[in-house]
């Protein structure tokens, strides 16, 4: 228990398993979100979250995984939820999480051309990446 | 020359006015602000309030909002514009037909804001010309109103080439 919250740590390899039983045998039939946390001194570097909830009993369960940096990816819920598709769009955005069958990680909140994971601890917090060039001081004049 | 023409008599005294071409096209542009909200974010409601019933822009010739930047000599940028958005904002103000004024409106069109990160424009005037911040996390509705004075004092002292570039 964390947070008044369930909280299962698990081997990344054993999410659909895990997830699927959830879903079938626990009733847990709403995905709420997944998102990462970055632990930079850590090894392995990523905690990716996944949050489910069921209607029927109203709670929820969240679901950590660690990832490497090396490799940072995950298996996609898109089989199980459809809701995970552009939740797990989101998540690649931000934390560079891969997601093993989701077939459209182009970037949704981001834009095409943007370099980097903006919510990496490592991403300078002032880095900019405009997509119009600034106006200098001699266009203003 | 028609018959009616040469009948036609000054019917009053004050047939015709003097005044400074300047000053005339200035008066009569500061009274007829049509402006184009570029709404983005939370600081629509405070623009919601300042053209509604109680603040009423309209007082001021500047409420009737164009739904085109073509129609529209004032843009008003209300809210934090970020990098993803300003292509959009650009495109906007360069359909707007010349004379056009910008205005900033709350702090994060001005400058961005407390969003100092990768997704937030520090400031439209990083990539259009701004002529009037109006500071403020909203600004309050008063002050919107002396922004908006303040443009139409500006407005009605500028010089308004109206033939070329020196008349």
């Known amino acids: 228990m964390a947070h008044g919250t369930l909280s299962l740590l698990i081997e990344p390899a054993r999410l659909l398993e895990v997830v699927r039983a959830l879903k079938d045998r626990f009733g847990f039939d709403m995905f709420l979100d997944v998102t990462a946390v970055d632990w930079p001194q850590r090894q392995p570097r990523f905690d990716v979250v996944w949050h489910f909830y069921s209607t029927r009993e109203r709670v929820r369960v969240r679901l950590k995984a660690r990832v490497p940096e090396a490799d940072p990816a995950a298996d996609s819920l898109t089989g199980l939820y459809g809701s995970a598709r552009f939740m797990e769009r989101e998540c690649h955005d931000m934390y560079g999480i891969a997601f093993r069958g989701n077939d459209d990680l182009r970037p949704i909140l981001l834009y095409e051309g943007f370099v980097g994971h903006p919510l990496r601890k490592d991403y300078p917090k002032q880095k900019e990446q405009p997509l119009v060039p600034y106006r200098t001081n001699e266009a203003a004049k | ?167």
């Not at chain 2, 020359?1 to 047939?15: I, L, V, W």
């Not at chain 2, 009274?31 to 570029?38: A, D, I, N, V």
Request: hydrophobic letters at 40%.
């Open chain 2, 1 to 167: 020359m028609t018959a009616g023409a040469q009948e036609r008599r000054p019917s009053a005294a004050f047939e015709y006015l003097t005044t400074r071409k300047d000053e005339f096209v200035g008066w009569a542009r500061k009274f007829s602000l049509f402006p184009y909200p570029f709404v983005t974010a939370c600081c629509a409601m405070e623009f919601m309030s300042v053209s509604s019933t109680l603040y009423d822009t309209d007082r001021f010739g500047a409420a009737l909002p164009r739904f085109t930047p073509r129609q529209s000599d004032l843009l008003m940028v209300v809210g934090t514009v970020t990098h993803k958005q300003a292509p959009i904002l650009l495109k906007v103000y360069e359909q707007m037909c010349e004379p056009k004024w910008v205005i900033a409106f709350g702090v994060c069109a001005s400058s961005g804001g407390f969003y100092q990160n990768y997704a937030a424009l520090p400031g439209i005037d990083k990539i259009i010309p701004v002529d009037l911040y109006i500071p403020g996390c909203p600004p309050r509705p008063e002050m919107v109103i002396d922004g908006i004075m303040k443009l139409q004092d500006r407005i009605a002292r500028d010089r308004h080439p109206i033939i070329n570039e020196t008349f």
